[in-house]
Structure formats: structure tokens, C-alpha cells
């Protein structure tokens, strides 16, 4: 560093960045003594590396401490700003070193913005130890890199800093500013809240508001005043949306009421598409619930119609009545596994013909064929069933829709109940045609 470089000011966060990999927060499950990078620093050795995590957690941080630590030569490169030919210089320089007997660590910041083909550039000089590759991104590996890179990688997961990870840097800020920042203890716990588990961004927070004066102390309110609220992680088009997505359904699933209203709440301030929220709500209406609650799929249409009707911010309580309705209506995936399996009974038996006696005869060739011969029509019953078969002649008869014993599909179960056991009787031929029990019906 140059005497003039040295006079330049520098950020806060860039004087506080880690000297030793003992002074990084929040990440004691890799780097403790029994930990991964713990055993490998152990060791002294370095397997290449994915670091996976949320913005401000110190994967370029950690990065450049395993690199002091284990002797290797550091080469930081950027995925938005590097490109092929950046990528031949850096191997080119660690084949150098490497015939020097120097080892590289080559770090790519955002390797998920990378594409195929250039993450398939790798492979060699990782096969064969030209470079330590670690690699960073926000991004779930598993979407973003390819299964080659990823084979010869270790992923690790790095974790948004928690409550005390934030209050430690905020207290080494106040020790490098010589002063304690002009906070009230709720105004300091706002503080936190706002980082969102982003050690970067906490202290670009508190780089702001050493700038002022020390009296008077700023409550919850006045630091509102002063710092912008951060908008939430959230990426529309990324892991966040199917987590997020997730978590809603799972919650609604789990008749957790209070957890679905949150989870809709971080999605719809994140900026996620109300419809889709909508469309989703629909879909969990007819696949875990179905017909325990039939009111639930027009209480999530109407929703929807509500919120096309009225839009944002108005439409969105429609919603979250929705979730409200959906998340303490009795659960039930019957009718979804009925569904499913009598698809996969249809896929093994898709060319079985229906019985001749279901098949209308508008010829007198199909007659004579036998088509529509023997058919009961069913009204003609006194109680309105014949009791036949409707499932192809080579077909046993099927049993795909179960009810469960909750909310309505108890009384669908009754009335299941009831026609098995006519079936049964007009079958088996014990009764000529007119009914069950006095009082016994499908309706009951």
C-alpha cells in the first residue's frame, strides 16, 4: 500500500473486516475447532469450496483468511466483471507459481453468474491442483452450477448473522469510532432489525450515524428518520420465491394460521405477485383440503376475484382472509390421491375398452355387436342405482378415493359407505331391485 493509499479514507466495514479467521461472527458451525474448514485448517489442507450464504454473512472475508491461513497465493475475481480472458491470466499466474511450488486460491465472487461453459473452464485446473477454487454466490448451488463443478466442490452453507453476531460488530464499530453511537437501547435493537442479517449493510448504518452529534440520544422513531428502511431480501425470479412460496403452503397445511400470515406478509412485501399468491391459494384449496371443506376453493376464487377487482393495497386483505379461511378449514388430499391414482391405473391399463353395456348404439351394426346390450338405466331403480360396472370388463374393480374422517368428507364417507354396500347386494343378488334399510340413504 502506497503512503498516499494509506491517508485515503476507507469505509468503516473495511476497517473492520477480519484479520484472523477468529474474529468472524456468526459462523462458528464451519469454523470451529470440529467443524469443516475447522478440521481442514487443522489438517492444512484446503479442498475447493462453494460458499453459500446471503449477502454480508463474509464469504469474500472468509475467503481470504483460508487463503493467509493455508499459504496460498489469493486471487480474487468478480463474475459480473471477468471473463474468459481474465480467467486465462489467472490460471496462467498459478501455473507459474505452481512450478515455483506456490499454491493459488482463486476466489469467484457471484460464480453463479457464470455460465456452463465457463464453469466447465475450471474442471482441469481443479482435477489437477493448478487452483484452490472457492467459490461464492447467494444462490441455491443446485439450480445455478453445473453437477460437474458441484462434484468436485464442497458446498458449505454460511448463515445470515443472528441478533448477538450483529450486536458484536456493532460494538467493535463503537470501539474503532472511539464513541458509543447516539442510540436508545429500543433504538439499537431497531438497528439490528433493520440489518436483516447483513453485517455489510449494519455497519454502512452505523458509519451514518457516527456523523452525529452525541446528544440527543434517537429512539426507534428518530432512527427511522435518519436511516431508509431495507427493502427484504427477496428475488422474484430465485430460490427466495419457492422457498417463501413453500413455507406459505407447508404453513396452511399444517393449519398453522398465525406462520401463513407471516410467510404471505414477507411475500407480499418483498413484491411478490399478488395473482400468483392468488393462483396458489387455489391450488391448495383443491389439493389439501378438497371436499373436507367444499366452500374452500370458492372462498380462494373468490379471493382472487376480489383482488383483481380491487387491487393492491385494498385487495391484498382478501387474501389474507383466504389464508385465515384456508389455514383453519379441516385438511384432506384424498380427492388429490384419488386423482393420482387412478391416473397411474389409466397409464398401465390405457388400452382397455369400456363394457359394451355403457356404449351407445346409434348403428344397427353396434347393436348387433352387442353395444349398449344389458345397460340398467339407473333412474329406473327405484332408489336411482343399478348397481353395474363402469370399469372395463378386464378390470377389477378399483378403489381410488378414500374420505377422510374430517369436516365434510365425513359425510362423503357415509354416503361412499352406503352405495359399496348396495353394490354389494344388487351383485351379489340378494336384493330385486328396490333399497336399503328403511332410513338409510346417501345422504345421511
Known amino acids: 500500500m502506497s503512503l498516499f493509499e494509506s491517508q485515503a479514507p476507507r469505509p468503516l466495514a473495511d476497517k473492520l473486516r477480519p484479520k484472523t479467521l ?78 515455483a511450488g506456490r499454491g493459488t486460491l482463486l476466489f469467484v465472487d457471484e460464480i453463479h453468474r457464470f455460465n456452463r461453459a465457463q464453469q466447465d473452464g475450471f474442471l482441469p485446473y481443479v482435477e489437477d491442483g493448478t487452483v484452490v477454487l472457492v467459490g461464492a454466490t447467494t444462490e441455491n448451488p443446485s439450480f445455478e452450477l453445473n453437477a460437474a463443478l458441484l462434484s468436485r466442490c464442497q458446498v458449505l452453507v454460511l448463515k445470515r448473522l443472528d441478533h448477538d453476531a450483529l450486536g458484536e460488530l456493532v460494538r467493535r464499530a463503537e470501539v474503532e469510532l472511539e464513541r458509543p453511537l447516539p442510540l436508545t437501547d429500543a433504538a439499537r435493537e431497531a438497528l439490528l432489525a433493520l440489518a436483516d442479517g447483513d453485517g455489510r449493510y449494519l455497519l454502512n448504518l452505523v458509519e ?113 382472509v383466504c389464508v385465515i379461511y384456508l389455514g383453519t378449514a379441516p385438511k384432506s388430499n384424498a380427492a388429490y390421491r384419488a386423482f393420482a391414482a387412478a391416473k397411474r391405473s389409466a397409464k398401465e391399463t390405457g388400452s382397455l375398452a ?55 368428507e365425513r359425510e362423503i364417507a357415509k354416503r361412499v359407505e352406503y352405495w359399496e354396500r348396495l353394490r354389494a347386494r344388487r351383485q351379489g343378488g340378494t336384493e330385486s331391485g328396490a333399497g336399503a334399510e328403511s332410513g338409510d340413504g346417501p345422504g345421511t
Not at 458451525?29 to 463474509?58: F, K, N, V, Y
Not at 428518520?225 to 431495507?230: F, G, N, T
Not at 355403457?358 to 345397460?375: E, F, H, K, S, V
Not at 348397481?387 to 377422510?404: A, K, M
Request: proline share 8%.
Open 22 to 99: 477468529a474474529e468472524v461472527v456468526g459462523q462458528q458451525h464451519l469454523l470451529a475447532t470440529e467443524a469443516p474448514l475447522g478440521r481442514m485448517l487443522a489438517q492444512r489442507r484446503l479442498a475447493s469450496l462453494i460458499l453459500w450464504g446471503p449477502p454480508g454473512c463474509g464469504k469474500t472475508t472468509i475467503a481470504r483468511l483460508l487463503a493467509e491461513a493455508t499459504d496460498l497465493e489469493f486471487e480474487p475475481l468478480s463474475a459480473v466483471f471477468s471473463g474468459v480472458a481474465d480467467l486465462r491470466k489467472v490460471f496462467e499466474r498459478a501455473r507459474q507459481r505452481r512450478s
Open 208 to 320: 451514518e450515524l457516527a456523523t452525529l452529534p452525541p446528544a440527543p440520544q434517537r429512539d426507534p422513531a428518530g432512527l427511522a428518520e435518519i436511516v431508509q428502511r431495507r427493502m427484504p431480501l427477496y428475488d422474484k425470479g430465485q430460490e427466495a420465491h419457492y422457498n417463501l412460496i413453500s413455507a406459505l403452503h407447508k404453513s396452511l397445511r399444517g393449519s398453522d394460521t398465525d406462520a401463513a400470515l407471516y410467510w404471505l406478509a414477507r411475500m407480499l412485501a418483498g413484491g411478490e405477485d399478488p395473482h400468483y399468491i392468488a393462483r396458489r391459494l387455489v391450488r391448495f384449496a383443491v389439493e389439501d383440503i378438497g371436499l373436507a371443506d367444499p366452500n374452500a376453493l370458492p372462498q380462494a376464487i373468490a379471493a382472487w376475484e376480489t383482488y383483481e377487482r380491487l387491487g393492491s393495497p385494498e385487495g391484498e386483505l382478501a387474501l389474507a
Open 354 to 408: 369400456p363394457p359394451l353395456h355403457i356404449l351407445n348404439a346409434p348403428t344397427g351394426l353396434m347393436r348387433d355387436l352387442g353395444y349398449g346390450a344389458g345397460y340398467a338405466y339407473d333412474h329406473d331403480a327405484e332408489d336411482g342405482f343399478s348397481g353395474q360396472t363402469y370399469f372395463p370388463d378386464d378390470l377389477p374393480r378399483q378403489r381410488f378415493y378414500r374420505p377422510v374422517e374430517r369436516g365434510f
